[in-house]
């Protein structure tokens, strides 16, 4: 079964210092990888996604994640950290190839931005 | 920017008690979707409906719940007889043609006594 494990609940940085959130998955097929985030009050946004086209993924607000099959990881990385990237961030792994939407979330890690 | 909605923010229903979790998904996507998560833990898939029909369930999805596209615009989520283990914050999705790429509501957080 499909999985993805958070490898911590809380992140702390300093504004304007680089943010490393760690992901790591667990598929039986090349997973379908995402990085979604979700601030106070707000519903879940995507921030980007690997669909086995490059391995380093771009996505909104500076972040990206590159996947390494080899690590088994998918781990979000923005090279200099703002105060409104404070939020809750959700590594996601699709359910299957064939899956109509089951997105399988990890637990979350809260990004804590200090100025 | 189109966004999901979701009505109520907060629900508050007896144990036992119906209840109808309602969204408007992005008024051009085809696949809709709800997940809950319940206090500390993940976020968990529930259903995904597409073309007026449920495509999808997890083990979760049983009898007590059924979802429904009333109109063009509401997609629901009705609770049949609601049980203390159901008090969890509930999101709706939509996606436009691709169901990897999910647009999120805000949630709505039901609270059963």
């Known amino acids: 079964a499909q999985s993805v494990t958070q490898l911590d609940s809380h992140v702390s940085v300093s504004e304007g210092t680089p943010v490393l959130l760690r992901c790591n998955y667990s598929s039986s097929y090349s997973p379908s990888l995402f990085w979604y985030v979700q601030h106070p009050n707000k519903g879940l946004q995507l921030l980007l996604k690997y669909t086995s086209a490059a391995t380093l993924v771009k996505g909104i607000n500076g972040f990206e994640a590159e996947f390494k099959k080899s690590e088994t990881s998918f781990h979000l990385t923005k090279p200099s950290a703002h105060m409104s990237d404070a939020a809750e961030y959700f590594c996601?792994?699709?359910?299957?190839?064939?899956?109509?939407?089951?997105?399988?979330f990890g637990k979350g890690t809260k990004l804590s931005v200090k100025p | 920017e189109p966004e999901v909605t979701q009505t109520p923010s907060h629900q508050v229903t007896q144990m036992g008690q119906e209840v109808i979790l309602r969204c408007v998904p992005i008024?051009?996507?085809?696949?809709f979707y709800w997940y809950r998560q319940i206090l500390g833990q993940k976020v968990e898939f529930l259903v995904s409906?597409?073309?007026?029909?449920?495509?999808?369930k997890s083990e979760i999805f049983d009898d007590q719940f059924s979802v429904e596209r009333p109109d063009g615009s509401n997609f629901t989520l009705k609770i049949r007889s609601t049980k203390l283990e159901d008090s969890a914050m509930y999101f709706c999705?939509?996606?436009?043609?691709?169901?990897?790429?999910?647009?999120f509501g805000p949630g709505t957080r039901l609270t059963v006594t």
């Open positions: 996601v792994v699709s359910a299957s190839p064939r899956s109509q939407g089951n997105l399988i």
């Open positions: 999705a939509s996606s436009l043609r691709d169901p990897s790429a999910q647009y």
């Open positions: 008024s051009n996507h085809l696949y």
């Open positions: 409906f597409y073309n007026n029909e449920i495509s999808e």
